[in-house]
């Protein structure tokens, strides 16, 4: 009699090796995700799928390829093992994955309290916002630019309108509108930087098209320069994007 399915990936995922793991994680050549980590089996199934949906969302923006397999993604089981591995504070609740880097390999890591705070949805939207870190140039670019441009593509094929998925920090771009680049630090805290760096990228996409963002992303990382990446990616100056950005939010301020 064929055991229930939870427990019958509990007992494969605890007799599999991570190298059998990787095997029969994915269906093509390459193991498209690894998972790792001590999180309950139902999440590491739900974070696996989670991550392959990923790939596929963010190539099918970013290029076939862009993603190097397989995404490594930890899920460990509790705050002090995030906090160990991140090395962000156990108490830190704000931020549902990072990315850590050693040795030439990066890992996805995702936040203990992120499963019981986020719908599906925002769990997808969190994974695939990393992974399209993996698939960015590694050239320097604004912080807002990285971000952004990952918001967009995590959010990209969300049905949700974007007033809703950023809620209060949305309402707090509309009600004051910015003249200047998104600022790490600024009021409103950490969503509201992401909202308005995301809310740049979606007026790239309105004028220029979906495809011209991550374009748009590599000429800056390319050339080194804001300014020359937007004229050689998008025909325009840096200056006259922050207007056209400003004037959007201006847009939408509730009437
Ligand atoms: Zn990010």
């Known amino acids: 009699m064929a055991a229930e399915p939870s427990r019958r990936v509990l007992l494969r995922a605890a007799l599999l090796s991570p190298a059998a793991l990787l095997a029969t994680s994915g269906c093509s050549?390459?193991?498209?995700?690894?998972?790792?980590?001590?999180a309950p089996?139902?999440?590491?199934?739900?974070y696996r799928d989670h991550a392959e949906r990923a790939v596929g969302l963010v190539e099918d923006l970013w290029g076939e390829g862009t993603v190097a397999r397989p995404v490594r993604l930890d899920l460990p089981g509790d705050t002090a093992r995030w906090a160990a591995v991140t090395g962000h504070p156990a108490e830190e609740t704000e931020i549902p994955a990072s990315l850590?880097?050693?040795g030439g390999v990066t890992t996805v890591v995702v936040h203990p309290g992120a499963w019981e705070r986020l719908t599906a949805q925002g769990r997808q939207a969190v994974v695939t916002h990393e992974v399209t870190h993996l698939a960015q140039p590694e050239a320097?670019?604004?912080?807002?630019l990285r971000e952004g441009t990952a918001e967009f593509t995590a959010h990209r094929?969300?049905?949700a309108d974007p007033s809703l998925v950023a809620g209060q920090a949305w309402r707090q771009l509309a009600a004051d509108p910015p003249a200047r680049w998104p600022q790490p630090g600024a009021a409103g805290g950490r969503w509201a930087t992401y909202a308005a760096a995301w809310s740049v990228c979606l007026v790239v996409a309105a004028e220029h098209g979906d495809e011209a963002v991550p374009r748009w992303h590599r000429a800056v990382a390319d050339s080194g320069s804001l300014d020359e990446g937007t004229r050689q990616a998008l025909d325009r100056t840096d200056e006259d994007l922050l207007r056209a950005w400003s004037a959007w939010w201006a847009d939408q301020a509730p009437a």
């Not at 050549?29 to 001590?38: F, H, Q, W």
């Not at 089996?41 to 739900?46: E, F």
Request: hydrophobic share 40%; aromatic share 8%; net charge neutral.
């Open 157 to 159: 094929s969300g049905s």
């Open 41 to 46: 089996v139902q999440q590491v199934t739900a």
């Open 100 to 102: 850590v880097s050693r």
């Open 29 to 38: 050549r390459e193991p498209a995700v690894l998972v790792t980590g001590s």
């Open 140 to 144: 320097e670019v604004p912080w807002w």
